[in-house]
Nanobody, 121 residues
């Protein structure tokens, strides 16, 4: 099994910054990509940013250059640097990885339990 542990969520004032971390562990054969999603109660989970192992990075439109996703492949860890945070960024942020545990198995999605980000005065 693959486990994901997020950290870094906190209460921050508008315009502030946070850095989220997500470490993957367990029986990992290969990782196709890792990304960050967020969810507000009553709404669907949405993509924030995603980085593929081949190097491609995608961001949601609302990021508008404020966030940066990065990954340490050796440590199976993905980061999300968030700057110029706005109240609308308030949500539970989840880490996701698409991975194989063995070479003969199909890829599966694994999710962390989430870390709360609150942007407020």
């Amino acid at each position: 099994q693959v486990q994901l542990v997020e950290s870094g969520g906190n209460l921050v004032q508008p315009g502030g910054s946070l850095r989220l971390s997500c470490a993957a562990s367990g029986n990992i054969f290969s990782i196709i990509g890792m990304g960050w999603y967020r969810q507000v109660p009553g709404k669907q989970r949405e993509v924030v940013a995603h980085i593929f192992s081949v190097g491609t990075i995608v961001y949601a439109e609302f990021v508008k250059g404020r966030f940066t996703i990065s990954r340490d492949n050796d440590k199976n860890t993905v980061y999300l640097q968030m700057n110029s945070l706005e109240p609308e960024d308030t949500a539970v942020y989840y880490c996701r990885t698409t991975a194989q545990t063995t070479p003969d198995m199909a890829t599966r999605d694994y999710w962390g339990q989430g870390t709360q980000v609150t942007v407020s005065l």
